[in-house]
Every structure is written in C-alpha cells, then in structure tokens.
C-alpha cells in the first residue's frame, strides 16, 4: 500500500490542522493506521492509532484530548485532527499502515509509511 500525507503547514499557538494520509495500492479497511511525528534530533515517536474499522483508538499522552485520529475507508484516507497545537508538537509528521486488527504504536510493528508533511508551530 502506497501512503501519501498531507495538510501540514505553519500554525501559531493554540491553532489546528487537519492532516490527511491517502492510501492506494491494497485494499485499505484491512490495515491499522497509525501517525508518528519525529522533530529535528529526536527519534519518530508515536501520536495515535485507529484500527481497520476505525472503531478502536489509541493516544501517546502528549496528544491525547487534542489529537483525534479517524478513517474514511470508503475515501481510503486516514486524517489527524490537531487542535490546541503547541511548539512542541512541531514534527515531521508521517502516517503509517499495517495488515492487522489489531493496533500498534510501535514503529517497527508497521510495514508501510508515507513520505511525511511538516508541521511547525510558531510560539
């Protein structure tokens, strides 16, 4: 499955942005997605995951009660709803999938990743 994000871009403080990650290539109601971000110097960490169905949801706690993760399976697109944005969470941010029911928020438990858009936060 081929993986393209979007929907990054320069916010200030407090700001939100919706990201979006279109899949092609397989069918897409049969993967997990997840997003991770990883900031200059730092290792990929991860934000969120949604299962297949988009019924299970799970948060790193730096973002839970901001973040939402969803999925349009019909649209084969996976988004990231941030809100209340803060410097901290400026990351390249990447969308990941992987053939399971199940969900991962490790990145080495995902098979396939997009290329990243960029999400920087001004103080």
């Known amino acids: 499955v081929q993986l393209v994000e979007s929907g990054g871009g320069l916010v200030q403080a407090g700001g939100s942005l919706r990201l979006s990650c279109a899949a092609s290539?397989?069918?897409?109601?049969?993967?997990?997605m997840g997003w991770f971000r990883q900031a200059p110097g730092k290792e990929r960490e991860f934000v969120a995951s949604v299962s297949w169905s988009g019924g299970s949801t799970y948060y790193a706690d730096s973002v839970k009660g901001r973040f939402t993760i969803s999925r349009d399976n019909a649209k084969n697109t996976g988004y990231l709803q941030m809100n209340n944005l803060q410097p901290a969470d400026t990351a390249l941010y990447y969308c990941?999938?992987?053939?399971?029911?199940?969900?991962?928020?490790?990145?080495?438990?995902?098979?396939?990743w997009g290329q990243g858009t960029q999400v920087t936060v001004s103080s």
């Open positions: 290539g397989r069918t897409f109601s049969s993967y997990s």
């Open positions: 990941a999938a992987v053939a399971t029911l199940r969900l991962r928020a490790h990145t080495y438990e995902y098979d396939y």
